[in-house]
């Protein structure tokens, strides 16, 4: 790869692999994104390091699992001293923008992004904070609850809607001003949408396109909490499932929403994609189609996300660059870490020389030239709500093991049991393999250090939000700049030329195109 080429980035919000086209599902319609797996590199193994928006989001800017940053939970600030992708590629050449969420805590709102389009549909305080030290205490006002499958069904307009219209039209206008742009420099676009994230509610074109009777209910049945798992049962407590009574209807209803919003997701890829044709940009644009986490959505009875069972924690990640890299898949596990050190590698083979500090993703570049990676091991660390101690998952080709103090250990042949029915980790024939995953998590993690800073960070943090409400209130949430006075035809610049400049393609070209 000799010339940079532009980067398209694209990032649902709570989307499952398992529930698209390109993962094998038969019922949802997502044509555009279809289109890039077809012509694409699609992983099939690829996870979410932390399944919880935040401490996701803070992987995938900087490379770096939530003990190395800091972002332990949805409320934990993101330290604006962690380099990021954006910060490396502005080194390279690049312009970068963020257009939508990135649940940035903090009063660094951009992290080396050079523009933000909008700003974030969460809050950038410690609000969100959650409370080791008293476990089982569930925080009404801000813990999910069933009120998302419950309500789950066509809206016209909602809080999430309203936000998404806005990220995809703000992206889309940005690339027509990167066509126009008198400079040309590679772009880093970011476009992270809301959806399919829940409350499950969908326009009516959306809802339209599947009925109640096409949608498929859970593979696996919903499991009386005293047969769950530890951390299972944890989280049936948490989101006060037990509270409600969930019936078929309101799954397959909540099913029926998320499937719709998917579509919507697609509908916003389709516009992005016909812009970059459109201006001529397609041909060297890199798109990369991810999420942050998954959604159980009735899975084994369970809803959102806070696990690594897969549902929760395998995610979509497609690249397309058929200019670059030839359509095939790849099995080797990977993750959100690791599209850091794989930008600064587009930007610039080698490029990863140039990182400021170490980082616990790797390259997927030799992947996406077709090489192999046996033995490739991804490993991922949650410190939020749902667990009272540190927990760690490690992926390697078809083994998951899950590792949390508190928990009975988990191991789970993916190969054979892809839907984690059987836990093999007391299976005397895996004593060796378990063996082996617990020397790869004490050779790389102290879980009793961690555990303290966890709850030292907490403790401050809670401290902190309730000074921060006392008297006058300066929030961090983004205040998007917009100089309408640079907009559209003013009188300090020639109006004419306003006119010509805007144009795309200019008049010039149009014609030759016409002929």
């Given at each position: 790869m000799t010339k940079q080429p532009n980067i398209l980035i694209i990032i649902a919000d709570q989307l499952a692999a398992q529930y698209l086209p390109a993962y094998g599902h038969k019922v949802v319609k997502t044509p555009a994104i279809d289109a890039l797996a077809a012509q694409g590199v699609v992983f099939d193994a690829a996870y979410t390091n932390s399944p919880l928006c935040a401490p996701a989001r803070a992987v995938f800017m900087s490379g770096c699992l939530p003990s190395t940053t800091g972002v332990f939970d949805n409320a934990a600030e993101f330290p604006a001293?962690?380099?990021?992708?954006?910060?490396?590629?502005?080194?390279?050449?690049?312009?970068?923008?963020?257009?939508?969420?990135?649940?940035?805590?903090?009063?660094?709102?951009l992290h080396g992004f050079e523009e933000r389009l909008t700003t974030d549909i969460y809050p950038a305080d410690f609000g969100w904070t959650p409370d080791w030290s008293k476990p089982g205490a569930r925080i009404d006002w801000w813990y999910h609850n069933m009120t998302s499958v419950k309500q789950a069904g066509i809206a016209e307009i909602t809080n999430?809607?309203?936000?998404?219209?806005?990220?995809?039209?703000?992206?889309?206008?940005?690339?027509?001003?990167?066509?126009?742009?008198?400079?040309?420099?590679?772009?880093?676009?970011?476009?992270s949408f809301t959806h399919p994230h829940d409350p499950y509610a969908a326009r009516p074109e959306f809802w339209n396109l599947y009925k109640d009777e096409d949608i498929d209910l859970p593979k696996v049945a919903a499991l009386p909490p005293d047969e769950m798992d530890a951390h299972s049962r944890r989280l049936y407590e948490v989101c006060a499932m037990q509270e409600y009574d969930i019936n078929e209807a309101d799954i397959r209803k909540s099913r029926h929403g998320y499937y719709a919003s998917i579509s919507y997701i697609d509908s916003h890829v389709q516009k992005l994609v016909a812009t970059l044709k459109a201006c001529n940009l397609d041909e060297d644009?890199?798109?990369?189609?991810?999420?942050?986490?998954?959604?159980?959505?009735?899975?084994?009875?369970?809803?959102?996300?806070?696990s690594y069972r897969d549902p929760a924690a395998r995610i979509p990640f497609i690249v397309h660059a058929p200019n670059r890299f030839k359509p095939h898949r790849v099995a080797a596990p990977i993750s959100l870490a690791d599209i850091l050190p794989t930008l600064v590698d587009f930007a610039g083979k080698?490029?990863?020389?140039?990182?400021?500090?170490?980082?616990?993703?790797?390259?997927?570049?030799?992947?996406?030239?077709?090489e192999s990676q046996p033995g490739a091991v991804t490993i991922g660390e949650y410190l939020a709500e749902g667990v009272h101690y540190p927990m760690h998952m490690i992926r390697q080709e078809g083994w998951k093991y899950i590792a949390c103090g508190t928990d009975p250990e988990q191991l789970f042949d993916m190969k054979n049991d892809p839907l984690e029915s059987h836990n093999l980790a007391e299976d005397p024939q895996q004593k060796a393999r378990v063996t082996a995953f617990r020397a790869v998590l004490k050779?790389?993690?102290?879980?009793?250090?961690?555990?303290?800073?966890?709850?030292?960070?907490?403790?401050?943090?809670?401290?902190?939000?309730?000074?921060?409400?006392?008297?006058?209130?300066?929030?961090?949430?983004?205040?998007?700049?917009?100089?309408?006075?640079?907009?559209?035809?003013?009188?300090?610049?020639?109006?004419?030329?306003?006119?010509?400049?805007?144009?795309?393609?200019?008049?010039?070209?149009?014609?030759?195109?016409?002929?």
């Open positions: 001293t962690v380099p990021t992708f954006a910060h490396y590629l502005r080194l390279q050449g690049y312009r970068t923008c963020l257009s939508g969420k990135m649940h940035f805590v903090g009063p660094d709102q999430q809607l309203e936000y998404d219209d806005e990220v995809g039209f703000l992206a889309q206008r940005k690339l027509y001003d990167y066509a126009r742009a008198a400079e040309k420099k590679p772009f880093c676009l970011t476009v644009t890199i798109i990369i189609l991810t999420s942050d986490h998954g959604d159980f959505l009735g899975e084994r009875g369970l809803w959102y996300k806070m080698g490029g990863s020389e140039m990182l400021a500090s170490p980082i616990d993703g790797r390259s997927l570049l030799p992947l996406l030239e077709g050779a790389r993690f102290d879980v009793a250090q961690i555990n303290t800073r966890v709850l030292n960070s907490q403790k401050a943090r809670l401290t902190l939000f309730q000074a921060l409400t006392k008297g006058k209130l300066y929030p961090w949430d983004y205040q998007p700049l917009r100089q309408a006075s640079e907009q559209y035809t003013r009188n300090h610049r020639d109006v004419t030329e306003t006119d010509v400049l805007s144009r795309y393609p200019l008049a010039s070209e149009a014609e030759k195109k016409a002929v």
